[in-house]
């Protein structure tokens, strides 16, 4: 999905750093990334469905959650909701330590 970001923002002109994930994390997407361009916003992706938070069965969470689908259950959606959190709950650090570098100060505790 950023690489489609990516390639939509540039056809419409608008500054957005060049994408590049390893061929290595293709496969198997982490948790975490970071690109950053000149003239260009910083852009953290955290994937959803990675292997920090879904281990070997990515491509089952991505299966039953698909963009467009009937509803979800209440349980589906519990179950997403922590998929998501531990995207947050795993990644704080560096989250702050990026936006801190965004706005020129020292991420704080």
């Not at 002109?13 to 994390?25: G, M, T």
């Not at 998501?84 to 801190?100: P, T, V, Y």
Request: hydrophobic share 40%; aromatic share 10%.
């Amino acid at each position: 999905t950023v690489r489609e970001a990516a390639d939509m923002f540039k056809k419409l002109k608008i500054p957005f750093p060049e994408v590049n994930i390893p061929s290595e994390d293709l496969e198997k997407l982490k948790d975490f990334y970071v690109f950053k361009g000149q003239n260009a916003p910083t852009v953290i992706h955290i994937p959803l469905f990675n292997v920090v938070n879904c281990g070997d069965e990515v491509e089952a969470w991505r299966n039953k959650y698909r963009t467009f689908q009937g509803p979800y259950s209440a349980e589906m959606i519990t179950d997403l909701m922590e998929v998501a959190g531990k995207n947050i709950s795993n990644n704080r650090e560096k989250l702050k330590e990026q936006i801190a570098a965004v706005v020129g100060k020292k991420a704080h505790n």
